[in-house]
């Protein structure tokens, strides 16, 4: 070998060397706790889901479910129906306000029992209830919804009954916009919430229900953003758990930063159509597309849970609002935006707390989070058209072992490559690629803490 052609290798480490960013994990500054990633199946998906054949079912719920080959969801939201009879648990006036109800519960919830039921089996824990509207009839303009809280609690009840812990309940769908379908409006100023919250509140509290509640489910971030200083001014958050909105009109990309409690982007979806495309133009049903909107809401926006608007539907191609399609009638295929998920989904458990990192990577987002049982998952979210490399050290971590998964156009869900040496971790982050690690702590690795410091307060966490 002659010395030019050992000065060119050399040049050419030299320079792999210098495109390695040098990156830190901090597991000792924790920011907000992680509930989970979820979906819905409500509006007859349910059902769909219950009918289909056994093993096109249990296909599809392995992909949406499970922890070691789907994408591990574990968060479920279920429709408080409010049409007549089959759809509202209270289909009919009980005559007057004062009046006792009657219920109709068919142990069935149009299929979201069985679903629930199926959810519960991979262990999913949090559930949560949304009512769309009230029953058309307690409705009428002007006058208070006075029985609307004891049909929520009802509905509670009845899961209860039939073994499903109802874990947080809202009362609101899209208040912000007026649609054909089952719709209770708010004011801008979130009056008709302010006065309802505490009175749902003391009702679930006096039935003895530990459910968690939730405001608003606005159309976007913005609306939700104008809805969540009304309810702070007034009080209101003192009765609540969980701010929740949806990303149609407004992704969420700031902190609402106005309260403390938890956020969660409860639904979004694309209206183009179901692609298993990771990446073509940026499109707006392509996987990485919402990669990055996962990103920026987890790390930007600080949210606890992001939530899909559908799981599993079969031969609704037209339609991107679904993660999961049986396309030919009995094969389930994910969408690339089920991979996206799945790079966040799987390995960022319920009970997780996003932790600190340092140093910065041109294109790319960095989200680092250590579970509950002590392991830490770094993602890595490049929307540069140049692959990067990352050196990560850990403060307050010791690693035993790392592993590490790609997607771009071109690997779904593959392995890659993650050495370790040193404590420290290299990986390389294709462009427009995710690369989600996952490490485990060694001997000395620390579990993490019971008290948490939030970016905007304090809280003692279980
Ligand atoms: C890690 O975070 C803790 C808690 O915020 C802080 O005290 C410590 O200085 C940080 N360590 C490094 C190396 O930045
Ligand atoms: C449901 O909630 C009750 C009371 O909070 C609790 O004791 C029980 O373990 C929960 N069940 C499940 C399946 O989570």
Avoid at 56 to 81: E, V
Avoid at 216 to 234: E, F, I, P, R
Wanted: with cysteine.
């Amino acid at each position: 070998m002659t010395i030019i052609t050992k000065l060119a290798i050399l040049g050419t480490l030299a320079a792999s060397v210098a495109g390695q960013t040098a990156i830190t994990v901090n597991v000792s500054t924790q920011y907000q706790h992680i509930d989970g990633f979820g979906f819905s199946q409500a509006f007859g998906r349910a059902k769909e889901f219950q009918n289909a054949g056994s093993t096109t079912q249990k296909t599809a719920l392995d992909y949406l479910f499970s922890t070691t080959t789907g994408a591990g969801f574990s968060i479920i939201r279920n429709r408080i129906g409010s049409g007549g009879s089959g759809d509202s648990i209270e289909p009919n006036s009980p005559g007057s306000p004062s009046s006792s109800p009657t219920y109709v519960w068919d142990d069935d919830d149009s299929g979201q029992l069985w679903f629930t039921e199926q959810a519960v089996s991979y262990g999913v824990k949090t559930i949560y209830a949304d009512a769309w509207s009230a029953p058309g009839f307690m409705k009428t303009s002007g006058s208070e919804s006075t029985s609307g809280y004891l049909l929520l609690v009802k509905y509670v009840q009845l899961y209860a009954s039939a073994g499903y812990n109802i874990t947080h309940l809202g009362f609101l769908n899209e208040p912000d916009y007026q649609v054909s379908y089952s719709q209770m409006q708010i004011s801008s100023n979130a009056q008709e919430a302010i006065s309802f919250i505490p009175v749902l509140y003391n009702t679930v509290k006096s039935a003895g229900l530990s459910v968690e509640l939730t405001c608003c489910d606005a159309v976007g971030w913005a609306m939700q953003g104008t809805y969540t200083t009304a309810l702070v001014n007034a009080g209101s958050t003192q009765y609540l758990d969980v701010i929740t909105s949806h990303s149609y009109s407004a992704d969420a990309t700031s902190p609402l930063s106005q309260t403390p409690l938890r956020k969660w982007n409860t639904e979004g979806g694309p209206s183009t159509a179901f692609m298993t495309t990771w990446y073509s133009n940026g499109g707006t049903s392509e996987g990485f597309t919402w990669a990055n909107k996962i990103a920026v809401a987890m790390v930007n926006a600080q949210l606890s849970a992001y939530l899909f608007w559908e799981g599993f539907e079969i031969q609704q191609s037209q339609s991107g609002s679904h993660l999961v399609d049986a396309l030919d009638g009995t094969n389930p295929t994910p969408s690339g935006i089920f991979w996206a998920f799945a790079m966040w989904s799987r390995y960022i458990r319920p009970g997780a707390h996003r932790v600190a990192t340092t140093g910065t990577i041109s294109s790319v987002i960095i989200g680092a989070f250590q579970n509950s049982d002590g392991s830490v998952v770094v993602v890595f979210t490049n929307s540069g058209t140049s692959s990067q490399s990352a050196k990560v050290s850990f403060s307050g971590f010791t690693s035993g072992s790392a592993s590490a998964w790609v997607t771009n156009q071109g690997s779904t869900f593959a392995t890659t490559s993650a050495t370790l040496s040193g404590g420290a971790v290299t990986v390389a982050v294709p462009a427009r690629g995710v690369v989600t690690v996952k490490l485990v702590a060694g001997d000395s690795g620390t579990t993490p803490s019971t008290t948490t410091t939030l970016a905007t307060s304090t809280v003692t966490t279980t």
